[in-house]
């Protein structure tokens, strides 16, 4: 089978001694990993399309029976230039990545997921980045893959608990305590749902220190109330 797909790279892993694998979000398929051969040589052609984050049309083809595509082809739509010029957001960006690659199984599609990051990507290209993003994109995230929250907990005015859910990412700025206490709260709400869901910690925050500029945001501790709310307001995945 021979499809072409709009496409996010999540990860890439050199393999071989030319090839990549990689895994990729696609708009109709979801999550899938895939082969390009030959990208790591001087006349490689695919190259830009197996680099993390790039965004583009990719045309795979799959065996019958087989679990790897094979990325026979492609266009570019986006690398993101100003993201990979700037370590912070390269940081997020990959950060967002990971969380996707993490929190979706392969092979179901999801509009929503797609269009959020590819919304997070071109918000972080030429936007302004402010300390709410990553707790932003987690909630909303935790919502498409079915551990949502059905009402603001830890005591979040349902307007911040909207506005972190519905508004641009860039335009996320605050600056009363009211509304940073809240955001403090938001992040303790995403690091409880990583550390509770996943059998292993994101290699984006330990790699580019992400979990300590999280951490740096609290302003204060969670009683043992906050924390059992915490722990029965967080549900299931639907799939």
């Not at 799959?62 to 986006?78: C, E, F, Y």
Request: aromatic letters at 10%; charged letters at 25%.
């Amino acid at each position: 089978m021979i499809f072409t797909d709009s496409g996010i790279i999540l990860f890439r892993q050199d393999f071989r001694e030319a090839d990549r694998i990689v895994s990729l979000y696609t708009r109709e398929h979801g999550r899938i990993n895939a082969r390009l051969p030959g990208v790591m040589r001087p006349a490689g052609k695919l190259k830009a399309l197996s680099e993390p984050f790039a965004f583009g049309d990719y045309r795979i083809y799959v065996r019958r029976g087989g679990v790897i595509g094979t990325v026979t082809g492609g266009k570019i739509n986006n690398i993101f230039p100003n993201i990979r010029h700037n370590l912070k957001r390269t940081a997020l960006a990959m950060h967002f990545c990971e969380l996707v690659q993490r929190l979706t199984p392969l092979h179901q599609p999801s509009e929503g997921k797609f269009e959020l990051l590819c919304k997070a990507l071109t918000e972080l290209e030429y936007g302004e980045v402010n300390p709410a993003f990553q707790a932003a994109f987690t909630l909303r995230l935790m919502a498409l893959a079915g551990f949502g929250l059905d009402r603001p907990v830890l005591k979040i005015s349902p307007e911040f608990w909207r506005r972190i859910h519905e508004d641009e990412l860039s335009s996320l700025t605050f600056t009363e305590p009211e509304d940073l206490l809240s955001l403090s709260k938001c992040n303790s709400v995403c690091r409880r749902f990583l550390s509770r869901y996943l059998t292993y910690p994101l290699n984006t925050l330990r790699n580019f220190t992400l979990e300590q500029d999280a951490q740096s945001l609290l302003e204060t501790e969670l009683t043992e109330q906050d924390e059992a709310e915490l722990t029965a307001a967080v549900r299931q995945p639907a799939y």
